[in-house]
């Protein structure tokens, strides 16, 4: 059974930090594309980061040069660093995983996806 367990949630003040960590168990045939969504109080969830097993990286536009998502194959794990916090990054961070091989930014393209982990930006 596959699991996705997202960490590092919490509350912070606007400028500041917080790196999100997202565990995955068990197998995922032919693995291609890992990704944190978020998605705020009465919005659409939207694609925030995803890395290609490659190590391929695509961002959407508003977290560029603040967000970094990253991936340890050895660990199974992804994270994503996020600096220079704005009160509109306030979201439900959700982790997920997919064999598409052009899954981007696309949340139709992945199949597993985590609980999530909360993120409160403050003004």
């Known amino acids: 059974q596959v699991r996705l367990v997202e960490s590092g949630g919490g509350s912070v003040q606007a400028g500041g930090s917080l790196r999100l960590s997202c565990a995955v168990s068990?197998?995922?045939?032919?693995?291609?594309?890992m990704a944190w969504f978020r998605q705020a109080p009465g919005k659409e969830r939207e694609g925030v980061a995803a890395?290609?097993?490659?190590?391929?990286?695509t961002y959407t536009d508003s977290v560029k040069g603040r967000f970094t998502v990253s991936q340890d194959t050895a660990k199974n794990t992804l994270s994503l660093q996020m600096n220079i916090l704005k009160p509109e990054d306030t979201a439900m961070y959700y982790c997920?995983?997919?064999?598409?091989?052009?899954?981007?930014?696309?949340?139709?393209?992945?199949?597993?996806w985590g609980q999530g982990t909360q993120v409160t930006v403050s003004s």
């Open positions: 997920a995983a997919g064999s598409e091989p052009f899954a981007y930014l696309n949340q139709l393209a992945y199949t597993y």
């Open positions: 068990g197998y995922i045939n032919n693995r291609r594309w």
């Open positions: 890395i290609e097993s490659d190590g391929i990286t």
